[in-house]
């Protein structure tokens, strides 16, 4: 490797980044967040028997659930909790995949890119339903925790992974 190969390729990475993230953020974002969501969706729906339905909107997903939740600061107001969660949080990971496969002019991109691709969705959806857990089991209350019956280990289990994913892996998973 010759010494000028790092700075070029730091270059046409931060490059390809910027010309990537809005065509994504815009335009793509919105059909790969469907596969992401199914995959989150009907896990927790096969996992968790509270676990109603989720309904995708665009970038957006709600997680319908038939646990019982009382607003703190209403007056007795009380319904069902339904966690939302949005895509382009967990997916930009993604971007920054393509914009260093694309930098680094391997052999076999397209194969490249479409693997990194089904990767990334999977990392996604892995985030998203951390999310979602984390939403149900360590904000919405003891009353809400209690409904679920989950075991200790299990929340304590959501709540690092969902702060490993956000904040460390979705960004060195393309790396």
């Known amino acids: 490797m010759r010494s000028n190969s790092l700075p070029l390729f730091l270059?046409?990475?931060?490059?390809?980044?910027?010309?990537?993230?809005?065509?994504?953020?815009?335009?793509?974002a919105p059909w790969l967040a469907v596969p992401v969501f199914y995959m989150a969706g009907e896990a927790l729906s096969n996992l968790f028997h509270w676990v109603v339905i989720y309904q995708p909107t665009g970038t957006q997903a709600t997680l319908l659930t038939s646990l019982q939740f009382i607003a703190e600061q209403g007056q007795g107001r009380s319904g069902k909790l339904a966690p939302v969660v949005e895509y382009?949080?967990?997916?930009?990971?993604?971007?920054m995949l393509w914009a260093m496969l694309l930098?680094?002019?391997?052999?076999?991109?397209?194969q490249k890119l479409l693997l990194g691709t089904g990767a990334m969705l999977v990392v996604s959806a892995v985030s998203v339903a951390l999310?979602?857990?984390?939403?149900?089991?360590?904000?919405?209350?003891a009353h809400v925790l209690a409904q679920t019956?989950?075991?200790?280990?299990?929340?304590?289990?959501v709540e690092f992974g969902f702060h490993f994913n956000l904040f460390i892996f979705t960004a060195l998973a393309p790396v």
């Open 149 to 157: 019956r989950a075991p200790t280990w299990l929340v304590e289990a």
């Open 131 to 141: 999310q979602w857990l984390n939403e149900v089991f360590n904000r919405s209350g």
């Open 103 to 110: 930098a680094s002019r391997p052999a076999a991109l397209v």
């Open 11 to 28: 270059l046409l990475s931060l490059a390809g980044l910027l010309c990537l993230m809005p065509v994504w953020y815009f335009f793509l």
């Open 88 to 95: 382009r949080i967990h997916g930009y990971g993604l971007v």
